[in-house]
């Protein structure tokens, strides 16, 4: 048996101030920070989980989640891979909008829509991200929008890649990320429908554990809390 753990990152300061943050680049809460200190814990006191990465964003919040998680489970040396393509859905322009301020110029509906639905694609912002962690990648990859299947598609060939390949030989595995890019991931390895995943909810900094057979089917998945 090998396990997975999922954690998004403690509550960042668009969190806090209910925007939407995407690609946009915040830093944790001192809230945030706790309480990835306290999923480090938590974690922790698995006993059995014995990762051999750490795989995260590129985003400052997810990384400074899962250095506070490295620190406090004493795994600072374990190598931690950094990819863009667990970076959070990209909210296009809805970027740095209040989320109350969305309901209220688009409709509840189609805001309900557009973070939730599968295949639905918030406005799309007028060019790509200019950011130099992004500048060697080819221009034509980076998003402007996406769905939460588009961000799925993205993802997919990361975790098959360096995530899965590593589970399928034994080896525990570690993925610090964001609400939708683990939606994404979660409905994929849950095999969940089109229309559940809208009910899925992934609270900040609470970690998701999965144990998997050899085949990579799931065993057991338990949520930590407390």
């Not at 944790?28 to 990835?36: S, V």
């Not at 620190?71 to 863009?84: G, I, R, S, V």
Request: with cysteine.
């Amino acid at each position: 048996m090998v396990k997975l753990v999922l954690v998004r990152h403690g509550e960042s300061i668009a969190n806090q101030q209910n925007v939407y943050t995407g690609w946009n680049d915040v830093p944790l809460t001192p809230k945030g920070q706790e309480q990835a200190r306290r999923a480090g814990q938590l974690i922790q006191q698995l006993g059995d989980f014995n990762p051999t990465a750490i795989h995260t964003s590129v985003l400052s919040r997810a990384i400074m989640t899962a250095n506070i998680v490295a620190e406090t489970c004493d795994w600072l040396y374990l190598p931690l891979y950094k990819t863009w393509r667990l970076n959070e859905r990209h909210y296009g322009a809805l970027r740095g909008l209040n989320k109350d301020v969305s309901r209220a110029v688009f409709g509840k509906e189609q805001v309900l829509e557009w973070r939730r639905g599968f295949d639905s694609v918030p406005p799309a912002q007028g060019s790509p991200v200019i950011d130099r962690r992004y500048a060697k990648f080819d221009q034509r990859l980076m998003p402007r929008a996406e769905s939460l299947h588009q961000t799925q598609l993205r993802l997919l060939p990361y975790y098959e890649d360096q995530v899965a390949s590593r589970l399928v030989q034994g080896q525990d595995q570690l993925v610090v990320a964001h609400g939708s890019s683990l939606r994404a991931l979660i409905k994929y390895l849950e095999a969940i429908n089109d229309h559940d995943i809208i009910k899925l909810e992934v609270p900040n900094a609470e970690p998701i554990v999965y144990t998997f057979d050899q085949h990579l089917n799931i065993i057991h998945k338990e949520i930590l809390r407390g």
